[in-house]
């Protein structure tokens, strides 16, 4: 099919096409190799029956299972997502895991239930933390060793060399293979290079929000993968009215759109949208066979500047 063509739609309005490493390239975190298109499972607790909306567990197994189905091999969980609920069901739709899963996640924030008036948890970086909450993560989602494990936020109250050490020590112990960092600076990215290897960085990036581009720049320099939180929230920016421009000349959602040109701006790019429906996750990995023309990234490119 064309590739600036979205995948084509069955009578139920699931799609057949299969991401393979052709469609959208891979990328290698330290040994591991996967496709350039992953799901990010923060929302994946919440999916929600669609004959009634109410929060189904088996609509989440579901959704999991129906993105694997569809080629995608990179998972981005973490512990606090749904309160170690998002890893649980992750175990519960994928184990005993595909050799060409990768499943990563992440600890660095306190572990606690959001109280009324909290806008967001508080960072928890001590090694003992991170060291307890990696126990659990591998008990959850029944395993020995993490993949990738990433710091999901940066603690200012505990020295960034102090908390990376924490995940070189489990390195060490093999509780973990790989190390990934998220919510960083260029500086930061140093401290924790000065620590241990680094294969993998998750910083918020989309087209109305590129304040990581030097972060990006030092990852595509080093060989190191970027993987974009948030990458479709465009929000009111020129961003977002030039892509429903150009979304709307294509037939293609907006978020299609957002999906497409990051995986064209960078080769060290792996978008990690998430969902709580499988229509939407479909949708998004029909964006894998999107092309966006010169003109279209022209004007993308500038939008953020605008």
């Known amino acids: 099919m064309a590739k600036d063509a979205v995948a084509r739609t069955r009578d139920d309005g699931m799609t ?7 469609t959208v390239g891979t990328l290698r975190l330290g040994d591991l190799a996967v496709r350039r298109l992953g799901f990010g499972a923060m929302r994946i607790s919440s999916a929600r029956n669609p004959a009634n909306q109410v929060v189904d567990r088996a609509e989440a197994v579901k959704l999991a299972r129906r993105v694997y189905e569809r080629g995608v091999n990179f998972f981005d969980a ?13 175990a519960e739709a994928l184990h005993p895991y595909p050799k060409d899963l990768l499943i990563a996640t992440k600890a660095g ?12 948890l508080p960072a928890n970086g001590r090694p003992d933390h ?3 909450a990696c126990e659990k993560s591998l008990r959850r989602l029944k395993i020995d060793c993490i993949d990738l494990y ?4 940066p603690d200012p109250e505990v020295p960034y060399a102090d908390t990376v050490g924490a995940f070189a020590d489990l390195q060490k112990a093999g509780k973990c293979r790989h190390i990934g960092i998220s919510n960083v600076t260029v500086e930061q990215l140093r401290i924790a290079q000065g620590v241990c290897r680094i294969v993998s960085v998750q910083n ?6 590129r304040t990581s581009e030097a972060v ?7 060989d190191i993968a970027f993987l974009p939180f948030r990458p479709v929230i ?15 000349n294509r037939g293609i959602t907006t978020q299609q759109l957002a999906i497409a040109w990051l995986l064209q701006h960078s080769r060290k790019m792996l978008p990690i949208p998430g969902t709580s429906s499988i229509a939407h996750a479909d949708q998004n990995i029909d964006a894998a066979w999107v092309d966006l023309n010169d003109a279209d990234v022209r004007r993308l490119d500038a939008a953020e500047q605008g």
């Open 216 to 222: 990006l720049a030092a990852c595509e320099a080093e």
């Open 150 to 153: 990433q710091v999901h936020v």
């Open 204 to 209: 918020r990036y989309n087209l109305g929000n």
């Open 234 to 248: 465009l929000k009111d920016t020129l961003a977002a009215a030039v892509s429903n421009d150009i979304a709307a």
């Open 16 to 22: 057949d096409m299969r991401l393979d490493d052709k």
């Open 130 to 132: 991170i060291k307890d």
């Open 109 to 120: 924030y306190a572990t606690i239930k959001m109280e009324p008036g909290m806008r967001v």
């Open 78 to 90: 973490a512990d606090i997502y749904g309160y170690g609920t998002c890893e649980e069901i992750l």
